[in-house]
């Protein structure tokens, strides 16, 4: 695996091709993604892997919570605000999805059309949510994160394309209702992942790091 061309290539993929992946593909992406690293090797996460029809309704069933404009109950709460560089760095991401996608400043109807296709997972053929036990609080989900990662760069260097998904979880209610999440685990996320379509112009766009020197301090 070159893990520096899988950084390099992964992007956030917002518009899949039906096409379902091959059982042992999926399997194969399982084993890698269970060598993570985690503190006490506690390999806190748990993944729920949903296709076809199951996917199909809850799909249904977050896009009419999402319509109706229910109030997201997410296990771990979102961010309540975000300032300084990290407001900064999240209004120019949401202004390229915008720009790729045609959607002028202002249109509603098309902003909030854009925000159902969360919920509709861009129409990957597969997703997998991530969960944590309550009881390890933060540091669960933090190993959670490096399993993310990990599986989401093993599908890269497979030619598999995915996005992390935080929205997926605004209703942990009603994921709940279509997969066996207990109560003592935190939903944190979903991966969507399947092949991308590369000349979507939703796909076209790719987000800029910061530059070493400010998020770095070296003592020596």
């Not at 991530?130 to 994160?145: E, K, N, Q, R």
């Not at 207990?182 to 112009?201: A, K, M, Q, T």
Request: one cysteine or more; glycine letters at 8%; aromatic letters at 10%.
């Amino acid at each position: 695996m070159n893990v520096e061309r899988s950084l390099d290539n992964r992007f956030s993929c917002r518009k899949f091709k039906s096409e379902v992946l091959e059982d042992g593909l999926i399997q194969d992406l399982l084993r890698g993604a269970q060598k993570t690293a985690s503190w006490c090797n506690t390999q806190p996460w748990a993944l729920d892997i949903v296709s076809g029809v199951a996917l199909d309704a809850l799909s249904h069933s977050l896009v009419e919570c999402a319509r109706r404009g229910d109030i997201p109950n997410p296990d771990i709460d979102f961010p309540e605000q975000y300032v300084g560089v990290f407001k900064d760095r999240r209004k120019v991401c949401g202004l390229q999805l915008y720009e790729a996608v045609g959607i002028q400043r202002g249109d509603v109807e098309k902003t909030q059309e854009q925000l159902l296709e969360n919920f509709r997972f861009f129409g990957a053929p597969h997703v997998a949510f991530i969960s944590t036990p309550i009881d390890l609080g933060l540091y669960g989900a933090l190993d959670c994160g490096l399993y993310i990662s990990s599986f989401m760069l093993l599908a890269q260097e497979s030619g598999i394309n995915t996005i992390a998904q935080a929205a997926v979880a605004s209703y942990p209610d009603i994921v709940r209702q279509h997969l066996s999440i207990e109560s003592s685990r935190n939903l944190l996320c979903g991966i969507s992942f399947g092949y991308g379509e590369d000349s979507h112009p939703v796909n076209s766009y790719r987000t800029e790091r910061e530059a070493i020197e400010n998020i770095a301090n070296f003592y020596s």
